[in-house]
């Protein structure tokens, strides 16, 4: 993996390269398939598509002005999912076992005419896209219709208009959507972080993570597999862009699958790149994302090659620095593993010395309204500890910053792992409520009702 060589001058990340990694964390364990030991890609795409071409993309309708988020996307593009490419539905979970997926034409992820980012896909006419059909032909029998959170009417502010006047952004950015209720069974809440075995580095058919979501006692799951990137970009991680929509089909067969079982829900872990963001806008109107989690990864070779420099502590305040950047572009709904950072030399990391840059940021991204993640995987990582740590999580608490929690599982195993863990750091921070999203719509839950539906849920699945 391209990690392996991400240290390039620094002292020697090999240690916080290899395992900071959220992405490409090692195997943590055996895992239900033993198979490779290795982080060995386990190609599990379904099939490949053989059509890379950029698909139809609504032209930016988005203004992306800072501070206002989107007023939540009015109508999706024809979302092009083949019909086609819907992998075998039935096997639930026939992983280990999983063929030898075709040596595809390795991992090249098409590269792009264009030798630069941006690639501006021209709209181009897919062969029945054009229809109204507001949904993916696949989507039709897939997620539950569950939660519809009403049509919450937004400040939406999408005129780029200079706004006359700097109104309290904040509270006006991202309002949140009336909370559905529990499952019969208990069950409110969702983990908002987890892979597919389309990024090489995760393992598991969605429908295991489903299934130990239900042990978990949770209610829904959001897949949050690695977006594709144009240009080559740190290939190894992810899905490539021929293969967004098996990604999209894979999900809604798990969402099918599990239909009044639990609510499977469509994310992206959409990387943020300076220079990158027309092609990231463009991505997101794909499909229609229930959420958008925004992702600063340090360790890719190609973050590191432009912004280490200088001491350690200057390279993690460029990452916080672009970490407030990546929400005030408007993309995304929350911000994942917001230290990540500090599994780049875990053993010099020190909270205090770049305590006021992190201040900064988080002033910058309360005034977005952009949620911010807790992530529990953080444990497994170089730098023991979820993230972020809980001296920020309080700092986070004070600017009401909305705190989502995903279990980042790139194995089923892991699907809300240390949720309660998590649940109690968050109120030891002072938080009160905890979120998640639906249709890029936030829905606030009380964090006392979440842990009660946990272990009620779990009880009863049990
Ligand atoms: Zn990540
Ligand atoms: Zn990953």
């Given at each position: 993996m391209s990690k392996k060589k991400t240290p390039p001058k620094k002292a020697a990340p090999s240690k916080s390269s290899a395992k900071a990694k959220n992405v490409a964390k090692k195997p943590v364990k055996a895992a239900s398939k033993p198979a490779s030991k290795k982080p060995q890609p386990p190609k599990a795409a379904p099939k490949p598509v053989k059509k890379p071409a950029p698909k139809p993309v609504k032209k930016a309708a988005k203004p992306a002005p800072k501070a206002a988020k989107k007023p939540v996307q009015a109508k999706k593009a024809p979302?092009?999912?083949?019909?086609?490419?819907?992998?075998?539905?039935?096997?639930?979970?026939?992983?280990?076992?999983?063929?030898?997926?075709?040596?595809?034409?390795?991992?090249?992820?098409?590269?792009?005419?264009?030798?630069?980012?941006?690639?501006?896909?021209?709209?181009?006419?897919?062969?029945?896209?054009?229809?109204?059909?507001?949904?993916?032909?696949?989507?039709?029998?897939?997620?539950?219709?569950?939660?519809?959170?009403?049509p919450v009417v937004e400040a939406p502010a999408p005129a780029p208009a200079p706004p006359p006047k700097p109104e309290p952004v904040k509270s006006a950015a991202k309002s949140s959507a009336p909370a559905p209720g529990p499952t019969k069974?208990?069950?409110?809440?969702?983990?908002?972080?987890?892979?597919?075995?389309?990024?090489?580095?995760?393992?598991?058919?969605?429908?295991?993570?489903?299934?130990?979501?239900?042990?978990?006692?949770?209610?829904?799951?959001?897949?949050?597999?690695?977006?594709?990137?144009?240009?080559?970009?740190?290939?190894?991680?992810?899905?490539?862009?021929?293969?967004?929509?098996?990604?999209?089909?894979?999900?809604?067969?798990?969402?099918?699958?599990?239909?009044?079982?639990?609510?499977?829900?469509?994310?992206?872990?959409?990387?943020?790149?300076?220079?990158?963001?027309?092609?990231?806008?463009?991505?997101?109107?794909?499909?229609?994302?229930?959420?958008?989690?925004?992702?600063?990864?340090?360790?890719?070779?190609?973050?590191?090659?432009?912004?280490?420099?200088?001491?350690?502590?200057?390279?993690?305040?460029?990452?916080?620095?672009?970490?407030?950047?990546?929400?005030?572009?408007?993309?995304?709904?929350?911000?994942?593993?917001?230290?990540?950072?500090?599994?780049?030399?875990?053993?010099?990391?020190?909270?205090?010395?770049?305590?006021?840059?992190?201040?900064?940021?988080?002033?910058?991204?309360?005034?977005?309204g952009v949620a911010m993640e807790l992530n529990t995987s953080g444990l497994n990582k170089s730098y023991s500890e979820m993230n972020p740590g809980n001296e920020m999580l309080r700092m986070m608490a004070e600017r009401k910053i909305p705190i989502v929690v995903g279990s980042d599982a790139h194995r089923a195993q892991r699907v809300g792992e240390h949720f309660v863990t998590a649940l109690n750091n968050l109120t030891e921070a002072g938080y009160e409520h905890v979120s998640y999203f639906q249709k890029r719509q936030r829905i606030d839950l009380k964090i006392s009702d979440v842990l009660a539906s946990l272990k009620k849920a779990a009880d009863h699945n049990a």
């Open positions: 979302a092009p999912v083949k019909k086609a490419a819907v992998p075998p539905a039935k096997k639930v979970a026939p992983t280990a076992a999983k063929a030898p997926a075709p040596a595809k034409k390795a991992v090249k992820p098409a590269p792009q005419p264009a030798a630069k980012p941006l690639p501006k896909p021209a709209p181009t006419p897919t062969p029945a896209a054009k229809a109204p059909a507001p949904k993916p032909a696949v989507a039709a029998a897939v997620p539950a219709p569950q939660p519809a959170p009403a069974s208990g069950a409110l809440f969702y983990d908002s972080h987890m892979h597919t075995p389309l990024c090489k580095h995760a393992w598991g058919e969605p429908e295991e993570y489903a299934q130990q979501a239900i042990k978990a006692g949770l209610k829904g799951i959001i897949f949050t597999c690695h977006a594709p990137m144009p240009n080559g970009f740190w290939p190894t991680v992810r899905m490539s862009e021929s293969e967004f929509d098996t990604y999209v089909a894979l999900v809604q067969r798990a969402a099918a699958a599990y239909k009044g079982k639990l609510h499977v829900c469509l994310g992206i872990e959409s990387e943020w790149f300076p220079g990158y963001e027309d092609y990231i806008r463009q991505l997101h109107e794909r499909v229609e994302f229930d959420y958008v989690l925004g992702a600063v990864h340090w360790q890719a070779k190609e973050y590191l090659a432009k912004f280490e420099s200088g001491t350690i502590e200057n390279f993690r305040r460029i990452y916080f620095d672009h970490l407030a950047k990546s929400a005030e572009t408007g993309l995304y709904d929350c911000l994942a593993h917001p230290d990540l950072v500090k599994n780049y030399h875990p053993d010099s990391w020190c909270f205090a010395i770049i305590k006021n840059s992190v201040a900064t940021c988080l002033d910058r991204i309360a005034a977005t």
